[in-house]
């Protein structure tokens, strides 16, 4: 997370990173949980959250762009974009590795964690809330013609 100044507006932009960025620091959280994930599995993940998210609202980074903006690995979320897109992206990765383990119970692994059908209604739950939640914009003032 990059803390940008003031700049008068009250509301100081907060960068969350890029998506490589978050990804890779939350396959690094994964992998402490025990998940069986790739860096690539996270990051192909967080882009179709964020595509998911640009369905619902739009991105910082699409402000005044003139040019077409393909979501890939080198977009930059805002502090606030990453906080309603990682619940979504949290609940895809355990609905991905929910999947992995029941295939290797299949071939007589033993299993931990949810399972499938658990994880997809966590998922859908989450996608369910993220349009809701992209609707809120950061605070903002404005001053009427009467001077209030």
Known sequence: MYLLPDDGSRC??????????????????????GYSLLVED???????????????????CQRGSTNIIIID???VLEGFEWFIIEP?????CDLIQAQLVEASRSMG?????????EAEQAYNQAKELMPKNA???????FK?????
Do not use: H, W
Not at 14 to 26: N, P, W, Y
């Open 73 to 75: 690995k080198t977009i």
């Open 135 to 141: 609707f809120v914009e950061p605070p903002f003032s």
């Open 12 to 33: 100081p932009k907060v960068i969350a990173g890029s998506i490589e960025e978050l990804a890779t620091t939350f396959y690094q959280k994964l992998q402490m949980k």
């Open 88 to 92: 979504c992206l949290s609940a895809n």
């Open 42 to 60: 996270v990051t192909n993940a967080l882009i179709e959250e964020t595509k998911r998210y640009a369905g619902c609202a739009t991105l910082r």
């Open 109 to 117: 692994g033993d299993g931990f964690g949810m399972s499938v059908s």
């Open 144 to 148: 009427t013609l009467g001077g209030n």
